[in-house]
DNA sequence: ACTGAAATGTCAAGGCC
DNA sequence: GGCCTTGACATTTCAGT
């Protein structure tokens, strides 16, 4: 299909402000309002739009403390990867769990409260998955940059 | 301000899909549509939702290659980290920067196409930023749990 | 891809617990 | 203070060209 330049700008504005409406996304593109909306109505048919969310300033719901952990399971047999990444992701403090290459096997991002929130997390929920061998885990100290939209 | 239940349960929807209309909302928290409208409002107002975007799929823009990676300063001075940290959050391939504790400094969540243009970015950009100690990368096999949305 | 028109949504005003 | 109903206005959505 089809791809083009236009698209890619659109993308790139759906991508900063999701809430813009067709008319102001036409102007900006220079394109009709039923032109962006067909447009858009294809990105999505397409899979280029996974969805659409609000974000959350976490440090406004009481969720200011965030951390990387580090894990390395004891054992690579497929059932205990599935069980792992099973129950991992149904941690809600678990915002996302990375199979990586390296020392270790897995790389999460935690979001809790704070440092008392965040031990509560690691003794009663993370380390009481079965079959982890150790973990690592990094404070978050400042946030530098994070962005949701990808650049082409 | 108050904050309460039906709030916590209006953010939840939102983070999960922004693009729904008042009237699904108000008939999910039974609510009139106005009431929801209002709501909103007031959460966007009072910096609840920093915004409102558009998720796209990294697999269908040709950015299917995630690498994390850990950066040691050789300094530490003002100067440095403010100097580094602008020149990080300037690069497109870096959606996320955390300043962290622990034996590196930094911790980048870098996106490419795939290995050659991670090692493109690895030397032409990231590397070519002065007063980078060591670097330490990890690759993402597989992202096992990925979600912006915040529980509480 | 555009015009135009119907369906649907947003948002402000005023009144009621 | 928050909720509801009403109505004006804007936007989305779709048919026809």
Redesign the interface.
């Given at each position: 299909m089809i791809f083009d330049a236009i698209d890619k700008k659109l993308?790139e504005y759906?991508?900063?402000?999701?809430?813009q409406t067709n008319k102001e996304l036409s102007n900006k593109l220079n394109l009709s309002v039923t032109a962006v909306y067909e447009r858009i109505k294809k990105l999505e048919k397409?899979?280029?739009?996974?969805?659409?969310?609000?974000?959350?300033?976490?440090d406004?719901?009481?969720?200011s403390f965030?951390a990387?952990c580090h894990i390395k399971l004891i054992q690579h047999t497929q059932d205990y990867v599935v069980k792992f990444?099973k129950e991992?992701?149904n941690l809600?403090?678990?915002?996302?769990?990375?199979?990586?290459?390296?020392d270790y096997d897995?790389?999460l991002k935690v979001?809790v409260k704070d440092m008392v929130a965040f031990r509560e997390f690691m003794v009663k929920k993370l380390t009481s998955i079965n079959h982890i061998g150790s973990t690592?885990s990094?404070?978050?100290?400042?946030?530098?940059?994070?962005?949701?939209?990808?650049?082409?």
């Open positions: 993308l759906l991508q900063q402000d999701s809430k397409e899979g280029f739009v996974n969805k659409y969310v609000a974000l959350v300033n976490k406004q719901v009481d969720k965030v990387f990444e991992v992701t809600n403090e678990v915002l996302e769990c990375y199979h990586i290459s390296g897995y790389l979001l690592h990094m404070f978050v100290i400042n946030e530098v940059k994070h962005t949701t939209a990808i650049n082409f």
